[in-house]
């Protein structure tokens, strides 16, 4: 596996506001997956999108890869304060889909009310 | 049980002395995966179990830490002889074979090395 760069580092902005996150990795990948962590804890996936797809939603979570650029979006539509959390992305690479996942610092996110 | 679940959630012992925590996967889940977490280094890979034995264990940092897990379910983490910098938020993950790529965390547990 390889680690994912998220950014920004930190993001801040009003509900109701759209947030994009990008994530940038460096060699060829199977999948890359985003999650989400609420205060330090434990982390809770979020989406998964495959090599050959280039979109995926899933509620208010709109995730775009771009193979060529080596790189994923994660947009958060319409954000409330519940969205603030730090977010990080997981290139994955091998030829098993079990394996360790390798994160980056992550963006932290801070929804304002 | 419902979720991936960790104990205890916070842990404070002395330099020197061991430490165990402890995984309970998600029932069925045969990959657990052990995580931590610090400000300096991240979020970092320990080592992962496919069923009891653990074909990763790359990410250990030293010999002063082991897992094992039994009967394919509740997996342990030792560290013998703790030092300051093993201060960190432990997490263990699981995952199922209908959806190997998806890893489900715990809670965690909060070591502090005094």
């Known amino acids: 596996s390889q680690q994912g760069e998220e950014d920004p580092q930190a993001l801040s902005i009003q509900e109701g506001e759209n947030a994009t996150m990008n994530c940038s990795y460096k060699?060829?990948?199977?999948?890359l997956q985003w999650y989400r962590q609420n205060s330090g804890r434990g982390l809770v996936h979020l989406i998964l999108?495959?090599?050959?797809?280039r979109e995926k939603h899933s509620g208010r979570l709109r995730v775009t890869l771009d193979t060529s650029k080596k790189s994923s979006s994660l947009l958060i539509t319409a954000s409330r304060a519940a969205d603030t959390a730090s977010y990080f992305c997981a290139p994955k690479t091998g030829g098993t889909s079990y394996g360790k996942l390798t994160f980056g610092q992550g963006t932290i996110l801070t929804v304002h009310p | 049980g419902a979720g991936v679940s960790q104990s205890p959630s916070n842990k404070v012992t002395e330099k020197g002395k061991d430490v165990e925590l402890r995984c309970d996967p998600i029932s069925g889940h045969t990959a657990l995966y052990w995580y931590r977490q610090s400000l300096g280094q991240g979020l970092e890979f320990l080592i992962y179990?496919?069923?009891?034995?653990?074909?990763?264990k790359s990410g250990l940092p030293s010999d002063r830490f082991s897992a094992e897990r039994t009967g394919g379910s509740v997996s342990t983490l030792t560290i013998q002889r703790t030092q300051q910098e093993d201060s960190a938020v432990y997490l263990c993950?699981?995952?199922?074979?209908?959806?190997?790529?998806?890893?489900?965390f715990g809670a965690g547990t909060r070591l502090s090395v005094l």
């Open positions: 993950a699981s995952s199922t074979s209908g959806r190997p790529d998806i890893q489900y």
């Open positions: 060699t060829s990948i199977n999948n």
């Open positions: 179990f496919q069923g009891n034995s653990a074909p990763d």
């Open positions: 999108i495959r090599s050959n797809e």
